[in-house]
């Protein structure tokens, strides 16, 4: 069962500490062993985070699709986006964590593992620069409560260590771009 939580909102770095101990309390929350009965196919050969896995990297390579097109449509901006090239290596590192998975589950082969095939739209530029910033903040903090949801679920803890640190990676962005001192 999913939870449907609201998107935190990052106005300060106290916010942002807490919204960090929350994820990370979200995250040792989640740490188990293995995954329990219910989440297991009986065969034990299903990916039970597959689906959290193409959600986050759909997301992250979403991210990355969306800050390149900012850069295209306002060239000026490349230096203070860059920081949007991480998400490329966030959504590597959530499809990586399903090799290591099935390396795991000696019954499990790589094609039982549902990875990611991202076909995103082109995304929708605002057309001036401080609307596709406000833009790419406002991305950047749903996909921090995004990553939020998806730790309550996941099974796996070296997914959930990863997802946890991409969605405090997202939170800081999102705070940074909405900032005072953006673009």
């Known amino acids: 069962m999913r939870s449907h939580l609201p998107v935190p909102l990052v106005t300060s770095r106290r916010q942002l500490l807490v919204i960090s101990g929350a994820m990370t309390l979200g995250a040792l929350a989640g ?5 329990s009965p219910s ?3 009986p ?13 986050v990297a759909s997301s992250q390579t979403a991210l990355a699709a969306a800050f390149a097109a900012t850069v295209r449509a306002f060239p000026t901006l490349a230096k203070s986006l860059a920081v949007g090239d991480r998400h490329v290596s966030y959504a590597a590192a959530v499809t990586a964590t399903a090799t290591a998975t099935a390396t795991a589950l000696p019954t499990a082969s790589a094609t039982d593992l549902p990875l ?3 076909s995103p739209a082109a995304p929708v530029v605002p057309t001036t620069a401080v609307r596709a910033v406000a833009a790419l903040a406002k991305a ?12 309550m679920v996941t099974v796996d ?3 959930t260590r990863i997802i946890t640190l991409i969605g405090a990676g997202c939170a800081s ?3 940074v771009l909405a900032g005072p001192n953006r673009a």
């Open 31 to 35: 740490c188990t062993t293995s995954p």
């Open 39 to 41: 989440q297991q196919s």
């Open 43 to 55: 065969s034990g050969t299903a990916d039970p985070d597959g689906a959290v896995r193409a959600t």
């Open 116 to 118: 990611p095939v991202v």
């Open 140 to 151: 950047e903090q749903l996909a921090a409560g995004q990553c939020l949801t998806q730790i």
């Open 157 to 159: 803890p070296e997914l």
């Open 173 to 175: 962005a999102g705070s």
